[in-house]
């Protein structure tokens, strides 16, 4: 099995970037229910990444053949591993690092464990479009409009979290932040981009966008890269593909409770058997998709028709 890793994230954040943001999206293919994005960038990477001589997850992180083994001798040689409770919460971090890769390789138990582990060391901003949006533009065209929401929704997210005093700012060490977080710690930035009385913009910043697939996101300004596969080499990528699943699963499981007659808290909307016995016996519901095939077919005429036809007027 293929594990993510930090290497094109640390490449870049050495050519100067502030932020790399890891894009993806989940539901794109199911007959129901939106599709969701979700953008991610690593807090402290420099410190959780980066400082290789004191952080024994260095060869974990960077996809090491040998994990287990080098992990245990570094283990040992540390001294200040020696606590077992210290130890304990080693593995601990060590494992969900290693969850941490392409969602589908995952269980929903371990997607759902995962979750927090995820937000606790990334910024993370949730974009979604409805089943309605998703008829009217298309769904790839959706899931690049929740790209763009999730992008603004992490802007805003940065913001909240990273909105502390100037006195808390000045008395806030730089040692092992990013980019980012070391202008935010600057005395300009205090008295411009990020204080209490000014907007926090992450445009203000060099960032670059790492998004999962071979198409890039359309009428979008900011530098990024299409990464085909992207969810299982690269570990911004793989946090913002868990974040979205778990996140949209959660969703469908709330719309089971409404119409728990389609099964959506097993299926989450996919065409699966269970999901088309339903459609045949109770048709399409609110939330279907009328421009996917195997539900516009129950309408007359059957709308993904009848869409086509008004995109030729």
Excluded at 52 to 71: A, C, H, Q, R, V
Excluded at 95 to 107: A, E, F, G, M, P
């Amino acid at each position: 099995m293929q594990k993510s890793n930090f290497e094109l994230e640390k490449e870049l954040y050495g050519r100067g970037y502030d932020f790399v943001i890891g894009v993806d999206e989940a539901g794109r293919g199911p007959l129901a229910g939106p599709v969701v994005a979700v953008a991610a960038t690593i807090r402290n990477f420099e410190f959780r990444i980066s400082n290789f001589e004191s952080n024994p997850n260095d060869k974990i992180l960077n996809g090491d053949k040998n994990n287990n083994k080098n992990i245990k001798k570094n283990l040992l040689k540390n001294s200040k591993l020696k606590n077992s409770k210290f130890n304990q919460n080693s593995k601990l971090e060590i494992q969900n690092w290693n969850l941490i890769r392409d969602s589908k390789t995952l269980s929903e138990k371990q997607r759902e464990n995962i979750y927090d582990f995820i937000t606790e060391n990334f910024f993370v901003g949730v974009g979604m479009c409805d089943h309605k949006t998703i008829d009217r533009m298309n769904i790839l065209q959706a899931s690049f409009l929740a790209m763009k929401k999730a992008l603004t929704n992490l802007q805003f997210t940065i913001h909240n979290l990273q909105s502390i005093s100037n006195d808390q700012i000045s008395n806030t060490k730089t040692s092992g932040k990013t980019n980012a977080e070391k202008k935010i710690n600057d005395s300009e930035l205090k008295n411009s981009k990020f204080n209490q009385n000014s907007k926090f913009q992450i445009q203000n910043f060099k960032r670059i966008i790492l998004i999962d697939g071979d198409k890039k996101i359309p009428n979008f300004s900011g530098e990024q890269i299409a990464v085909p596969r992207g969810d299982q080499k690269i570990k911004s990528i793989s946090a913002a593909s868990i974040i979205a699943k778990v996140t949209r699963d959660r969703m469908m499981r709330e719309a089971h409770k409404k119409y728990p007659r389609y099964g959506f808290n097993r299926h989450k909307g996919y065409g699966t058997k269970l999901h088309m016995e339903a459609l045949r016996k109770f048709g399409p519901c609110e939330i279907h998709r009328r421009s996917f095939k195997p539900v516009g077919k129950f309408f007359d005429p059957p709308s993904h028709l009848l869409r086509r036809a008004r995109s030729r007027v």
